[in-house]
């Protein structure tokens, strides 16, 4: 089983690399296509740059690591990191409580992923999350979602992501859409503030159907359905004019945004809890924000 765990880890981390390339190229392509005469067209169109980082373990050897690829300043994102990691090492007392199959392993883990979110510059075009992981203690398992966070609703848009989604899950006998989709409106809720994030789209965690092969298909479809959809409704929304006031609402609700990451999002805990980097963990956090 080692031998099969071992290979699994390394299919799933390759895939975060690949899928990570793919949305990396996507992005810069989408970055030279913002029409002229629109706000921020002369400036130059940006590209990521990338940024490895170690993690060291309780013994102080390397404990595995990751790459940010971070684009900042761009015409059409005015910041988007897409980073993978794969890191391992020994839970705390503490936190190994919290995680599944922790106490059986003596608090030994392996974790790889992708994380992504992205801030857009023009706010008509929407923000968005998306994340897959695959966690192993003595148990094994996948995790991850995506959700959408416009500055005000775009019906058509909602639907059509959301349907993007449904069509993945349903393609999946270990998916469920009802059941995705219900987690993430309640993990994306700002409890302190009584209101949802955005306009949702899927959560799930502790994926393990017992078909690994199927989990994982079903995972990688994930990544492709987000490389799919949102490139689209960006390119949607690319060419609209925005006014100052559109731009102040986007930072107001870039400060909500910003505010659930920093009190409630699971993937911010475990990433500081286990040693991360922070400038990686807290990729997610706004370039500017404001609160009323």
């Not at 409106?185 to 949802?196: G, L, M, P, T, V």
């Not at 078909?211 to 409704?233: N, R, T």
């Not at 990451?261 to 993937?267: E, K, S």
Request: proline share 5%; glycine share 10%.
């Amino acid at each position: 089983m080692t031998e099969a765990l071992e290979s699994r880890k390394t299919k799933a981390t390759d895939w975060f690399r690949s899928l990570r390339d793919q949305i990396c190229a996507t992005f810069e392509q989408i970055e030279t296509e913002l029409p002229s005469g629109l706000p921020h067209a002369d400036l130059p169109a940006t590209t990521f740059e990338r940024k490895a980082w170690q993690r060291p373990d309780e013994s102080d050897s390397q404990g595995g690591g990751g790459v940010m690829s971070v684009m900042r300043n761009g015409r059409v994102f005015e910041k988007v990191g897409v980073n993978i990691s794969e890191v391992h090492g020994t839970f705390s007392e503490q936190f190994r409580t919290e995680i599944p199959g922790a106490k059986e392993s003596d608090g030994k883990f392996w974790a790889g992923g992708i994380s992504l979110v992205a801030h857009m510059r023009s706010p008509k075009v929407p923000a968005i999350h998306m994340n897959t992981r695959m966690i192993v203690t003595s148990k094994n398992w996948f995790g991850g979602g995506t959700d959408l966070n416009p500055m005000v609703e775009i019906p058509q848009d909602t639907a059509d992501f959301h349907a993007a989604l449904k069509a993945t899950c349903d393609a999946h006998s270990c998916a469920n859409y009802p059941r995705y989709k219900e987690w993430c409106d309640e993990y994306f809720y700002i409890k302190h503030r009584n209101q949802a994030r955005g306009v949702g789209g899927i959560f799930f965690d502790y994926l393990d159907s017992g078909d690994w092969d199927g989990d994982f298909a079903f995972v990688q479809d994930v990544g492709k359905c987000f490389l799919d959809i949102y490139p689209a409704l960006v390119r949607r929304h690319l060419g609209e004019p925005w006014t100052d006031a559109d731009r102040a609402w986007q930072l107001e609700k870039r400060g909500l945004y910003a505010e659930f990451n920093l009190v409630y999002d699971r993937g911010t805990r475990f990433g500081l809890m286990t040693g991360g980097n922070p400038d990686a963990v807290l990729m997610s956090l706004p370039p500017l924000a404001t609160w009323p």
